[in-house]
């Protein structure tokens, strides 16, 4: 008989977003005609661009004649869409990256739960809290957590993320081996400022941790005091691995693309003490376990980098931030506190009171039929939050915050 793996039965009850779904769905059965405004998962709602349509059109048409047709692809990802990705992320920065140190793949999220099957299961984690689920149940499921006592995974380091420190965590005082920082911040919408991330990078390099850099709402930054890439940072090759997406940068939830960066300086340790380079040992389990990103879609990711693409996906871009901005000033009028809502398009939001997030939750699905997502679900710091997302149509945005402006807190 087969054994299952056991660390899977660790995790903590369903998805965060599937238990959302299933209150909604519930709610709407009991409700059928209920006017329901989704402001809880963060999908965007906005059409892919017609620079990136047009790409795609041709791609499909490619496929369908003999003499341009293509099979399998390379697993690392097309040489003109990496190639896109060196000269239009990373040149513009100043920053220096190889062809052969991007990985193309078919999201972040992927990445960043595949990329911990390349570490051993003793290595000790760091994550804030509130934390991006994937970050934690991925190294659950590889049976580097522990057991969980009473929502805390007892080999699990977490760093406290709040209005109290300023959304910038402490640096861990217990020894890790891998931290995770995610800057723009999903689900709180804050940035860590320029000096506080080199001070990251130096810390790393000093205890010898490898940082998994999520950046994935880079696109969205506007404050001037930080960094769109982790690179930019003196040092942060030697210790960083970036993910990046073209999901909410150019609406490819639904299409599916993304990259990581694995420098070919970062390394780590075999059991016997030799430094191990971590891009070939990548590259091996995406061309063992990848079948790369479909050249249709690569076409279409190609042709964000160019000009009517920067021009139209930017656009996107700004009609999200606006969004951010209309609910963030709309909860603040009517004297609630709220975060982020600047450089990502997630608003943070302190519940009234001594209100817990799923309480808060129920109160905006039940009286005014509104979406959101309960910050307790992306861990314990994340209790007295709740999460609203941008990527909403005008029209439901405004109508969204004038039905909470009739709540009485």
């Not at 599937?18 to 209920?34: G, L, M």
Request: hydrophobic share 35%; with cysteine; proline share 5%.
């Amino acid at each position: 008989m087969a054994n299952v793996n056991e660390n899977y039965l660790k995790l903590q009850g369903s998805y965060l977003f599937a238990n959302i779904a299933k209150k909604v769905n519930e709610y709407q059965a009991a409700h059928p005609d209920a006017d329901i405004i989704r402001l809880g998962i963060g999908d965007v709602t906005l059409p892919l661009v017609p620079a990136i349509v047009d790409a795609m059109t041709k791609a499909v048409q490619e496929m369908g004649k003999a003499e341009t047709f293509r099979g399998y692809g390379p697993e690392q990802g097309y040489d003109f869409l990496r190639q896109a990705i060196v000269n239009g992320d990373y040149k513009p920065l100043g920053v220096d990256i190889a062809i052969d140190e991007v990985f193309v793949s078919d999201g972040a999220k992927s990445d960043v739960g595949n990329i911990q099957e390349l570490f051993s299961e003793d290595n000790v984690i760091a994550i804030t809290d509130p934390v991006y689920p994937v970050y934690l149940d991925s190294n659950v499921m590889g049976g580097r957590t522990g057991e969980s006592v009473d929502g805390i995974f007892q080999k699990v380091v977490y760093l406290p993320t709040s209005a109290e420190n300023n959304f910038s965590p402490e640096f861990p005082s217990e020894h890790v081996d891998i931290v995770y920082l995610c800057s723009p911040n999903n689900p709180t919408g804050t940035v860590l400022s320029r000096a506080r991330l080199a001070e990251w990078i130096q810390w790393c390099k000093e205890k010898d941790v490898i940082l998994m850099f999520d950046s994935a709402y880079e696109a969205f930054i506007s404050t001037e005091d930080t960094v769109k890439s982790i690179y930019e940072i003196e040092g942060a090759r030697e210790v960083a691995i970036e993910f990046r997406s073209f999901s909410k940068t150019a609406g490819f939830t639904g299409t599916r693309c993304a990259y990581a960066v694995v420098p070919k300086e970062v390394t780590a340790k075999t059991k016997s003490g030799e430094r191990q380079p971590l891009n070939p040992m990548w590259n091996r389990r995406q061309c063992t376990k990848f079948n790369g990103v479909p050249y249709i879609v690569q076409r279409g990711a190609e042709a964000v980098y160019s000009k009517e693409g920067r021009e139209q996906t930017q656009a996107n871009i700004a009609y999200y931030k606006e969004n951010a901005r209309i609910i963030k000033e709309g909860l603040e009028s009517i004297g609630l506190t709220v975060y982020g809502g600047v450089d990502a398009p997630y608003i943070w939001l302190k519940t009234p009171g001594n209100m817990t997030s799923w309480e808060l939750f129920d109160i905006l699905l039940e009286q005014v039929q509104i979406v959101s997502t309960p910050g307790s679900g992306f861990g314990p710091h994340g209790e007295g939050y709740l999460r609203l997302t941008a990527f909403g149509s005008r029209e439901n945005t405004i109508r969204a915050i004038e039905r909470i402006k009739t709540l009485q807190f």
